[in-house]
């Protein structure tokens, strides 16, 4: 007997009339936009200052991310703060959120959440949530952190390692009223904990982020 397809209409249905933060993350802790609900604790909102010139956009949340219901206050967050001072942003100046609110996973031993990526329909489905915070928050800049993120702004074809580190114009086909001035890929902290190099690889996302900084200035 074929196994039934996962139910994914999409987060439109959650999206709250009138944005605003409180009732955008009311939205995303009550959507059913697709099957990740089921098993995540919690719907993972952005959070940071919703006047910020700068956004920055992850994969998913992580473990600590969804029992806290709050992005990047894990190791790669702990990173990814680290790397923005040293680029010279304040990490409190900025706006981070993911581009799939939900963390998806397969239960290991001992109760251990082992990280799934998010496939093509987990982005899709999420992909309101993030437009909705681009609405709200207007940045200037988009810092897109991983090949996740690429591909939620620029689509599937979208490799990181062919653009990383520069300006990038904001796809048209990228559908909000704001349109922010700029995208810049790299890497995702995520992927420096993991990383052989991680001295090398971290001086690497320390550098693209203060490219983010420069074209903020200008």
């Not at 992580?62 to 001072?85: I, K, S, Y």
């Not at 942003?89 to 998010?118: C, E, M, Q, S």
């Not at 987990?122 to 090949?147: D, M, N, S, Y």
Request: hydrophobic share 40%; glycine share 10%.
């Amino acid at each position: 007997m074929p196994q039934k397809k996962p139910d994914r209409p999409g987060a439109e249905a959650w999206l709250p009339q009138h944005l605003d933060p409180e009732a955008l993350a009311a939205g995303i802790e009550a959507c059913r936009g697709c099957e990740l609900y089921r098993a995540a604790t919690h719907g993972v909102p952005g959070e940071g200052r919703y006047d910020a010139d700068l956004m920055l956009v992850g994969e998913q949340p992580g473990d600590q991310e969804d029992r806290q219901a709050r992005p990047f206050v894990g190791p790669a967050g702990r990173l990814l703060a680290r790397a923005l001072e040293e680029a010279g942003l304040d990490p409190d100046g900025v706006y981070r959120t993911n581009a799939v609110k939900h963390f998806r996973f397969d239960p290991g031993r001992a109760g251990k959440r082992i990280h799934k990526g998010p496939s093509r329909a987990h982005i899709g489905a999420c992909g309101p949530w993030l437009a909705a915070e681009i609405e709200l928050v207007q940045p200037k800049g988009v810092v897109l952190l991983g090949a996740t993120a690429g591909s939620a702004v620029f689509g599937s074809s979208f490799r990181v390692g062919a653009s990383r580190g520069r300006e990038l114009e904001w796809p048209e086909e990228y559908h909000t009223e704001w349109q922010p001035e700029w995208a810049l890929a790299t890497t995702h902290p995520s992927a420096i904990l993991r990383s052989r190099n991680r001295d090398k690889d971290l001086a690497a996302l320390v550098e693209d982020l203060a490219e983010a900084r420069q074209l903020l200035a200008r």
